[in-house]
């Protein structure tokens, strides 16, 4: 292809950018914009995937019937997100193997916060009010992404994410008007997830390397720093209502912003955490690679099934 022609499609992309138009499959796209979708669309189906991990390990101990069916059906949500959004990540042209490769080898990321160990059945109630409730805050901007596929995938997702941080909330709810120890073990819960859950909104504008590109492509719609603002608004009444303490000393409501100043989050155990050196990452990598090799009789199985099938049809159809 010629340059001009080059740019004259660049042209063509930027102004449909601009239009709020969606950026579908089969249209040119800079290759930037291919490699940094497959980045973060690839990011997030591994981090619902992973994100199975830590509450698939209270399904077990769920205190009740209700609860476990509760439990049960978020992670398979979970689940489905991941396979909407690794179908979104292949339309990029990238295969599946391609992608659970990258995550088995620790080529791509998944998000921080699931590298942490879900200690009590309060943590079950944490993560969906915390974890799912950053997740929405984080997500709902993303229904509108420039990327057709990724954008569409979004909206169900949220509507899922939605119950999910209900359900959360409502066993904080519960512990929290429980017993003494049972309001502990909330209070002990949140204090764990705070912090982690601040810091799975990604680094502070000043120290994103991608913020800027992926706002000019309208893939990321809100910063960082904005979504992590809009979060603590939204958590702490809700905390105060079920008469939690949020673990910041220098938590105060501004006045002037309208909204709440808060800490400084320790970025050190953040960049350890995402270079594979937080509490958990070995044993969530090594969950999903083994899953991966105990189910290959199921691939190959699939396979050879499809084969016959289609050896069947060549063989009718002379
Ligand atoms: N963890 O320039 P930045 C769920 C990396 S699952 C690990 O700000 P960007 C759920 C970042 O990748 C939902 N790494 O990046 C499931 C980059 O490194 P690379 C998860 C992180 O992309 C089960 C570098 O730091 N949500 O809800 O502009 C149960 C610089 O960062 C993290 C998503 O995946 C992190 N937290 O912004 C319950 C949402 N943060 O790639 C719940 C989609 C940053 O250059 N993703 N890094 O090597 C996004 O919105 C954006 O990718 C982020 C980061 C806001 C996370």
Request: one cysteine or more; hydrophobic letters at 35%; aromatic letters at 10%.
């Amino acid at each position: 292809m010629s340059e001009k022609e080059v740019k004259n499609l660049e042209e063509i992309f930027d102004a449909k950018i601009a239009r709020d138009e969606k950026i579908e499959p089969k249209d040119w796209m800079p290759e930037k914009y291919r490699q940094t979708h497959i980045r973060q669309i690839s990011q997030h189906a591994h981090s619902e995937i992973v994100g199975m991990l830590p509450e698939g390990n209270w399904i077990t101990r769920a205190p009740s019937l209700k609860r476990k069916v509760a439990l049960l059906a978020k992670i398979q949500d979970e689940a489905g997100h991941g396979l909407y959004l690794y179908s979104a990540c292949e339309t990029l042209g990238i295969s599946r193997e391609e992608l659970y490769e990258q995550l088995h080898s620790g080529k791509a990321k998944y998000s921080s916060i699931f590298n942490y160990p879900t200690l009590t059945w309060a943590d079950m109630g944490a993560i969906g009010w915390l974890v799912d409730g950053a997740a929405i805050i984080n997500q709902v901007p993303l229904c509108s992404t420039s990327y057709g596929p990724y954008a569409r995938a979004m909206v169900r997702v949220c509507k899922e994410e939605s119950f999910h941080q209900r359900q959360g909330f409502q066993i904080m709810m519960t512990l929290a008007e429980g017993t003494p120890e049972q309001k502990e073990m909330a209070q002990d819960a949140l204090n764990r997830w705070w912090w982690p859950s601040l810091m799975m909104l990604g680094p502070l504008d000043a120290e994103s390397v991608h913020t800027e590109q992926s706002m000019k492509w309208k893939l990321k719609r809100k910063s960082n720093d904005e979504l992590r603002q809009q979060f603590v608004d939204q958590t702490v009444p809700q905390a105060d209502m079920i008469g939690l303490t949020i673990p910041d000393p220098d938590l105060k409501w501004n006045e002037e912003k309208k909204s709440y100043d808060f800490g400084e989050m320790n970025w050190d155990e953040f960049w350890q955490v995402v270079k594979g050196h937080g509490p958990c990452n070995k044993e969530r990598i090594s969950a999903r690679v083994n899953a991966w090799e105990k189910g290959k009789w199921v691939r190959d199985a699939a396979m050879a099934y499809a084969e016959k099938k289609e050896e069947k049809v060549v063989k009718q159809a002379i």
